[in-house]
């Protein structure tokens, strides 16, 4: 292999390139992102960077030597039309053609929609959406998952009225439990940040209109409503897919000359994708292994954080596998964890605040160690003790 090519520059695809460097490919590497600019991360787009506290280069993936130093060909602005792979090229948008020998897809997703609706997926959304955030503007948040709740603090943090519209009564319970959720979404209400439970019907002019008939006036409305795979390219290039690009744990698709990773990519035989910062980062990481006829590295047990009203919510392990659930601390100290066991052993864990929890809860799950109801939910015990036995 000469020549690989890597479409899309999110954090997926910095990390495949990253990858692919430190485990000694020296052929050409090229990145192909839509955006112009150097590639950044996401996450602070719903937090640091609507409160005004972070700019561009504070949330750059690499700065611009690093692309450099790296022999990485960064192609900005530079939107990828098709993939060819029986011909191994590319096509651009303006019907240039690239030659390839391997393609990874790091095309991430693009936002579900709401007319009448903004929505927070990329820089731009970012800085149009915090110059709406002034004090006293009514804020409309339509979803109360991770970057709904995010960005509805922020507005409230930025001294806007807001009010989260979201369907589910406890919003993200099946992920962290019903103890974990219930305790966050309660926050947005001491926050002083109205929810509705309820559908949105639809956006009409100034107000949002509920499945149930009710009217919210906003000055501005978001949503956050989670996002669609891209898998445009993908499917127009025959491969499989099914809720996102169907891979091997090697990050291969159907074509074995095409790799797929992050947000688009589901591993085939798992339900669900996961779209999180680790997963993205070890995506690109498994690929270059792939890529490069090595075995896959273990990926670990899933985990995911979000930061709204001052504090940290981290998970880790898949809580729809757990028949009961443990909590370390009580909910009304504001600080606790809930592990989700089954058949004696710890399969998930979420903390409110309690970070060394879950470092400790990972390292478990990964050990398929077993534990001990009662011992788990002892404060006075240290659980690394479990590691030791």
């Given amino acids: 292999m000469k020549r690989i090519a890597v479409v899309g520059a999110g954090l997926a695809a910095v990390s495949t390139c990253a990858a692919l ?5 020296d052929g050409r590497l ?6 112009s600019g150097l590639p950044y991360d996401r996450p602070p787009l719903s937090k640091d960077v609507l409160l005004g506290k972070a700019d561009r280069t504070d949330v750059l993936l690499r700065p611009a030597d690093w692309y450099e130093t790296q022999r990485i060909g960064l192609r900005q602005a530079t939107p ?7 011909e191994g090229a590319l096509e651009l948008a303006d019907g240039t053609r690239e030659f390839t020998d391997r393609v ?7 936002p579900r929609t709401v007319p009448g609706a903004q929505v927070l997926r990329d820089w731009a959304d970012a800085e149009r959406l915090r110059a709406q955030l002034l004090p006293g503007a009514r804020v409309v948040v339509i979803g109360a998952g991770l970057i709904g709740a995010e960005t509805a603090a922020a507005a409230r943090a930025s001294g806007c ?6 369907p589910v009564p406890v919003p993200l319970a099946s992920v962290v439990g019903d103890d974990i959720a219930g305790a966050l979404h309660a926050r947005h ?3 002083g940040i109205s929810l509705v439970t309820a559908g949105v019907d639809r956006v009409e002019g100034s107000a949002v209109v509920t499945t149930d008939g ?13 996002i669609r795979p891209a898998t445009e390219l993908a499917a127009h290039a025959g491969l499989l897919v099914d809720n996102g690009i169907v891979v091997s744990p090697a990050r291969a698709t159907s074509h074995p000359h095409v790799y797929a990773v992050g947000d688009v990519a589901r591993q085939n035989g798992h339900p669900i994708r996961h779209e999180h910062w680790e997963a993205a980062q070890r995506d690109g990481e498994a690929a270059a292994h792939g890529i490069l006829g090595r075995p896959a590295p273990s990926p670990g047990a899933p985990w995911f954080w979000s930061d709204r009203h001052g504090t940290r919510l981290e998970a880790a392990g898949t809580m729809t596998d757990a028949s009961r659930v443990v909590l370390r601390g009580t909910p009304g100290s504001g600080a606790f964890t809930a592990f989700g066991l089954h058949a004696g052993r710890l399969v998930a864990a979420a903390a409110i605040d309690r970070g060394r929890d879950i470092k400790a809860a990972r390292r478990i799950i990964d050990r398929q160690v077993p534990v001990d109801a009662d011992q788990l939910a002892d404060e006075s015990l240290d659980l690394r003790t479990f590691l030791k036995r």
């Fill in 21 to 25: 460097r430190a485990q000694g490919y």
């Fill in 189 to 191: 209400t001491a926050e």
């Fill in 80 to 86: 990828v039309r098709a993939i060819r792979p029986g």
């Fill in 30 to 35: 090229t990145l192909y992102s839509a955006e």
């Fill in 214 to 226: 009710r009217r919210i006036t906003a000055d501005t409305v978001v949503a956050g409503i989670g």
């Fill in 161 to 166: 009225e807001v009010t989260i519209v979201d």
């Fill in 104 to 110: 990874v897809l790091a095309t991430g997703g693009t």
